[in-house]
């Protein structure tokens, strides 16, 4: 009877053990043959790339990178093999053979794997400028402004995006965004300004805020002063224009902007005044000379 008994305890337990997983065993031995792969593959391949790329065989780089991420090098030793390099370097082969579509194809497979990296996402940005994707080409500049809020290259990208499409309030946004960052940015000011008066807006304190932060740029000033005109403030005109003269003396269209101004406030003797300096400049204008006997 006890043998019986102990039979059965035996076979109850054997049945208790699970067998030795088959797919476990399968999947171990083939990360193990990938690994042994890729040791001996890789090393290679990312010299061979890195070759063919300084030598600017683009065909035969493709070739090579479309090996290495097959192979997952990156996955295998990302310090040897980094994700950035492998598909920034792919893509830019692409774009050196003109196949945009698959430089996009690209990037957006490595950005599955890195999809904060910045370098990838405006190169994705700049295929679909090439390709004429602007809808998507923005989306991607939007996406990196959000990213990489402090970059003032990418700011100024955006804008001009903004601004061929004709989204003039959203462009008003990204260039407050740059000025509070840098407010001399002299370039920004400037589309600004237009961006105003394409929105519609009054863009005379955008020309105000320019000058004063840009004094020694007369040109600011003139176009202040102009401003001030149409916006029918020249007495507040004739200030500007006074103070642009003060550093150029020789300005013949300072001069002629302040005697008109002049003339709008009925202050007919600082007109003359300065028509008489514009001709001491420049006698043979005879317009200057017409001017004055009116």
Not at 23 to 33: D, I, S, V
Not at 120 to 123: A, D, E, I, P
């Given at each position: 009877m006890k043998p019986f008994i102990l039979s059965a305890l035996m076979l109850i337990i054997f049945m208790c053990v699970p067998p030795e997983s088959k797919?476990?065993?399968?999947?171990?031995?083939?990360?193990?043959?990938l690994d042994s792969l890729r040791k001996k593959r890789c090393p290679r391949l990312m010299s061979s790339a890195a070759e063919y790329y300084r030598n600017r065989d683009w065909k035969q780089t493709v070739k090579i990178y479309s090996e290495i991420t097959s192979l997952d090098c990156d996955e295998w030793?990302?310090?040897y093999a980094p994700p950035q390099e492998i598909y920034q370097y792919y893509a830019i082969a692409y774009e050196q053979m003109g196949k945009f579509d698959s430089s996009e194809f690209v990037l957006l497979d490595g950005l599955q794997k890195l999809p904060e990296n910045i370098e990838?996402?405006?190169?994705l940005a700049y295929s679909y400028k090439r390709q004429g994707k602007l809808d998507k080409e923005i989306i991607e500049y939007e996406r990196l402004a959000d990213m990489s809020p402090e970059d003032v290259s990418v700011l100024n990208d955006l804008s001009k995006l903004y601004k061929e499409q004709e989204r003039y309030e959203d462009q008003i946004l990204i260039l407050e965004k740059i000025l509070k960052m840098d407010e001399s940015n002299e370039i920004a000011q400037s589309e600004l300004a237009l961006a105003f008066e394409s929105s519609g807006r009054d863009p005379l304190d955008v020309y105000k805020k320019r000058y004063q932060d840009n004094t020694e740029n007369l040109s600011y000033g003139l176009d202040y002063a102009d401003r001030l005109m149409q916006a029918d403030l020249p007495q507040d005109a004739v200030a500007i224009l006074k103070s642009v003269i003060q550093k150029d003396p020789t300005s013949k269209l300072a001069y002629r902007k302040l005697a008109e101004a002049s003339k709008k406030t009925d202050d007919l003797e600082q007109a003359a005044q300065a028509y008489n300096a514009l001709f001491k400049i420049d006698p043979r204008d005879e317009r200057i000379a017409i001017s004055l006997s009116d």
């Open positions: 797919n476990g065993g399968t999947l171990a031995q083939e990360k193990a043959r030793n990302p310090t990838l996402r405006k190169r």
